[in-house]
């Protein structure tokens, strides 16, 4: 059940990024349409952050303590542009349109993501 919760607050998310952050998009042909593309892209971008994320802190960790951890920000706009070049691979109709755009986005998904979660606290932080 947590993983779920975690899968609609990560779409959620990104459905505001693409309202707030210019050249990222989701172009469904409907609002179905649409949410399907969401849960998906959120189920990539998970994935992505799963697999992708530990591994590159613990090989750029130098990179982290130089910039004060400021190097973050640039991976995570990367793994939002994997994220994006995934979704293009399975044919979904997400879109972002170069680095600043991912830039911007990852940080709005954070955000967005963090807020709602201590708004719908996970259940294992409720015990």
């Not at 998906?40 to 994935?47: C, D, K, M, N, S």
């Not at 109709?93 to 990852?106: E, S």
Request: hydrophobic letters at 65%; charged letters at 10%; glycine letters at 6%.
């Amino acid at each position: 059940m947590g993983f779920l919760i975690r899968l609609a607050i990560t779409a959620i998310a990104l459905w505001i990024t693409t309202l707030i952050v210019p050249g990222v998009e989701v172009t469904g042909r409907n609002a179905t349409d649409t949410a399907l593309t969401l849960l998906v892209v959120a189920l990539i971008f998970g994935v992505v952050n799963a697999v992708l994320k530990p591994v590159i802190r613990v090989l750029g960790c130098v990179f982290y303590l130089l910039t004060l951890g400021l190097f973050a920000l640039v991976v995570n706009a990367l793994l939002f542009l994997l994220t994006n070049w995934i979704a293009q691979e399975l044919h979904q109709p997400f879109h972002v349109d170069g680095f600043w755009a991912a830039f911007w986005g990852a940080i709005v998904v954070a955000v967005v993501s963090w807020l709602m979660s201590v708004v719908v606290p996970d259940r294992r932080e409720a015990r």
